[in-house]
């Protein structure tokens, strides 16, 4: 009796211990997504799920105890639902084609690709080779990949299925609990064992129901359509990143320019602080001028020098920069090809109204703003629901407020960012004029010069006059280099608010 008694005691433990590893094999399968508390069941209840709709008899609600589960493989058993069309995502990433250097969309892809020099880079391919070799542009892209290769109909199927093994094994459980100490031959024995039983039954159903209605509730979103828009509304964010990692790169690129001019600014004064300094000290021996001003003439050269040394070791650490952004090898030696120049037709072609439109439409800060803003309002709806619009209730007098500041909070961030626009668009306007304003000084200086290189041929003028005269032709030609620069940022910008919807002022 003893020995019958411990092997029926081992028997049950063995139980026990199955139903734990069932517990463990189905929570193996449980998806990525939100799980819904469930109460534990009362004593002579059972958990259902709630019915899956469109996903045939096999993913209704778990059987009652007592009826055999559906069979997967036949019987009675439905088609799953019907296929759900794939979305088609429109991939709005700044390629290279992308990226022309007059800075618009191109209707047409270039007929060919000349690649940069070696050691060199240029402006017309710095966006093709950034998509090509930068890091994390690359997987950014990957990312892309992965959620643009999800097949909808086959994940829909894995759940169904998923679903009813989940009810299955639900059943299982509640069928195996029920019987365990209905037999024993001592009093008091198979209600203890089935006690033990039911508690461990009534923790595993509902860690089963939980993994059930987060399977359930993907499932849903499926049929409906709403993880199809939410994977696309992340690949579009994803698509932002890339082209802000783009849009960085060229800002790099033109603050190079930018420096590289500096430095010319700067070889140009120190040229004439030399010059300057062989008069003086001319002067100085012979008496004309003191010590000091020779000493202040020398210290300014010397802090000129000082600054070019910075801004040129500032060149290398932001070449690095553009280096590593390309994926190029890293020396800090590479040469800039340069920037394109902004044409009259594309000056002309500009329209603030349309523009506006467009950036608006195009901006993915403004999506993202609006989405908040439509969930702020599906929450103040759920909450009149609750209060039956009813003022009496301070929660309904809060949620209006709640909802009226999100109104503002969106509202502000349109206005702000057409603002931006809008002072982008003068800021190109303004440039263009201060480039056309440099080119008169710079043609006047150049008419000048030549008159002073006829005096001096004359013999009316000294080769310091003509030095100072031609300075100012340089210095003019400086003025004008940088107005360029200045435009082109300015109008880039520009274009990059109006066709993808990202501000950089």
């Known amino acids: 009796m003893k020995r019958k008694m411990l092997a029926l005691l081992l028997s049950a433990a063995m139980l026990l211990s199955l139903l734990g590893a069932t517990a463990l094999a189905v929570e193996g399968d449980e998806p990525a997504t939100s799980s819904a508390s469930v109460s534990e069941p009362e004593e002579g209840e059972t958990t259902e799920p709630d019915p899956a709709e469109d996903a045939g008899p096999e993913e209704s609600a778990p059987p009652q105890e007592g009826e055999p589960p559906a069979s997967e493989d036949g019987g009675e058993e439905a088609s799953s639902s019907e296929p759900l069309d794939r979305p088609t995502v429109t991939v709005g990433a700044l390629t290279a084609e992308d990226v022309p250097q007059d800075g618009t969309a191109p209707e047409t892809e270039p007929d060919a690709y000349i690649p940069d020099p070696a050691g060199a880079i240029t402006f017309d391919n710095l966006g093709r080779r950034m998509r090509e070799n930068n890091l994390n542009v690359l997987a950014l892209e990957e990312n892309i990949q992965v959620i643009q290769s999800t097949d909808y109909d086959e994940l829909k199927e894995d759940l169904r299925k998923g679903l009813n093994e989940i009810a299955s094994a639900q059943w299982n459980l509640i069928s195996i609990g029920s019987g365990i100490g209905a037999e024993l031959p001592l009093p008091g024995l198979g209600e203890a064992l089935s006690g033990i039983a039911s508690l461990s039954t009534a923790s595993t159903v509902q860690q089963l129901q939980i993994q059930y209605d987060a399977m359930r509730e993907t499932f849903d979103d499926i049929k409906d359509g709403k993880l199809q828009a939410d994977h696309q509304d992340l690949v579009r964010q994803l698509e932002n990143a890339q082209n802000q990692v783009i849009l960085a790169g060229e800002t790099l690129y033109i603050a190079l320019v930018n420096m590289e001019q500096n430095s010319k ?53 932001y070449t690095l920069q553009l280096e590593m952004l390309i994926g190029a090898q890293l020396t800090g030696k590479a040469r800039l090809g340069g920037l394109p120049q902004v044409t009259a037709e594309q000056l002309q072609s500009m329209d603030l109204e349309r523009d506006v439109a467009a950036a608006k439409q195009a901006s993915y800060s403004l999506y993202e703003a609006k989405q908040t803003l439509d969930q702020a309002k599906e929450d103040f709806d759920d909450t009149g629901s609750k209060y039956n619009h009813s003022e009496k209730h301070y929660e309904y007098i809060q949620a209006q407020h709640q909802w009226q500041a999100s109104q503002h909070t969106y509202n502000a961030a349109v206005q702000s960012f057409e603002m931006s626009l809008r002072v982008l668009y003068l800021k190109v306007k303004d440039n263009d004029q201060v480039l056309t304003a440099a080119r008169n000084a710079l043609a006047l200086e150049r008419n000048n010069f030549a008159a002073v290189q006829l005096k001096h041929s004359q013999g009316n003028l000294s080769e310091s006059a003509v030095a ?5 032709v340089k210095q003019a030609q400086e003025a004008v280099d940088s107005a360029l620069i200045e435009l082109f940022a300015s109008y880039r910008s520009y274009r990059w608010a109006v066709d993808y919807g990202i501000l950089n002022t």
């Open 468 to 472: 100072e005269a031609e300075d100012k």
């Open 265 to 317: 600014a700067i070889d140009r004064g120190l040229n004439t602080l030399d010059r300057t300094l062989k008069e003086l000290e001319l002067r100085y021996e012979l008496g004309h001028i003191p010590a000091q001003t020779l000493a202040q003439t020398q210290g300014a050269r010397d802090a000129l020098l000082s600054n070019q040394r910075t801004l040129n070791s500032n060149i290398e650490a």
